[in-house]
């Protein structure tokens, strides 16, 4: 249910013959496992999937496959996506659709230097994996409500958000299609818990609505896990440059 869109307790409940009780249990394990995410809003208590356990299930027993599964999927879009032009008249219109991100990050370090990295060096963990240059991209936050999350090449500049909060230690908000081609509107925010004296919650939430389709919000759900739970993890626990190898 959770994979469609994040639902309520209570919309939980309501689909399943046991008692609400036993529903929270089961919810509760899932949450202890790291495979949801939870959110009180007033008195709702929202669940979200967590797609990064999930990913490295993925990664440890598929990745062998991978290639193999690329190659036979790889030719059956090529068929599919032939048929649909076939069927598709040119002038159809673009469905407005919506998708949601949500990823839970712990980092061991202090949230100061989580947000730290996070906004004033994000060019030392923001790897390269949307744009449509192999370089290392020139990213910049300027630090205060209103500045711009942009990239820089050259002589052009793309923007990528504008900063609604900006509280360092604590949380940064953004609007902005975040590189997401056609009519987009998304808010993307950080949230910083501190987990001890140098453990660090990082909560991401991405939701955009537009012409937004499939391939899109799985391709960003795999790119916050590698930027958040990879790079940028490496880099506040490691000192890790996600460039330091090229």
């Not at 230097?113 to 963990?125: G, I």
């Not at 389709?213 to 795999?222: C, F, L, Q, V």
């Given at each position: 249910m959770l994979r469609g869109r994040p639902r309520t307790t209570g919309q939980i409940s309501a689909q399943f013959p046991q008692s609400r009780f036993a529903?929270?249990?089961?919810?509760?394990?899932?949450?202890?496992?790291?495979?949801?995410?939870?959110?009180?809003?007033?008195?709702?208590r929202w669940n979200y999937i967590n797609a990064t356990p999930l990913r490295r299930i993925y990664?440890?027993?598929?990745?062998?496959?991978?290639?193999?599964?690329?190659?036979?999927?790889?030719?059956?879009?090529?068929i599919v996506e032939g048929e649909a032009?076939?069927?598709?008249?040119?002038?159809?219109?673009?469905?407005?659709?919506?998708?949601?991100?949500?990823?839970?990050?712990?980092?061991?370090?202090p949230?100061?230097?989580?947000?730290?990295?996070?906004?004033?060096?994000?060019?030392?963990?923001?790897?390269h994996v949307t744009y449509e240059s192999p370089a290392r991209p020139d990213l910049m936050i300027e630090p205060h409500v209103g500045g711009r999350f942009m990239e820089r090449s050259?002589?052009?500049?793309?923007?990528?958000?504008?900063?609604?909060?900006y509280e360092p230690g604590k949380r940064l908000w953004m609007q902005g299609p975040?590189?997401?081609?056609?009519?987009?509107?998304?808010?993307?925010?950080?949230?910083?818990?501190p987990r001890g004296e140098n453990a660090t919650e990082l909560r991401l939430s991405h939701r955009m609505i537009g012409e937004v389709?499939?391939?899109?919000?799985?391709?960003?759900?795999?790119?916050w896990k590698a930027l958040l739970d990879e790079h940028l993890k490496q880099y506040v626990e490691n000192g890790t440059d996600a460039w330091s190898a090229a």
């Open positions: 529903i929270m249990k089961h919810l509760s394990v899932l949450e202890e496992s790291g495979l949801i995410s939870v959110r009180r809003k007033g008195r709702e990664e440890r027993w598929l990745t062998p496959y991978q290639q193999l599964w690329a190659n036979s999927l790889s030719r059956l879009g090529t032009r076939s069927i598709m008249p040119e002038d159809a219109e673009i469905a407005v659709r919506h998708a949601s991100i949500e990823q839970v990050t712990h980092i061991a370090g949230a100061s230097a989580v947000f730290d990295a996070l906004t004033s060096r994000v060019a030392n963990w923001w790897s050259g002589e052009s500049e793309r923007l990528y958000a504008i900063i609604t909060r975040m590189g997401l081609a056609g009519c987009i509107f998304g808010t993307i925010t950080f949230e910083l818990e389709d499939d391939e899109s919000a799985a391709m960003y759900r795999g790119g």
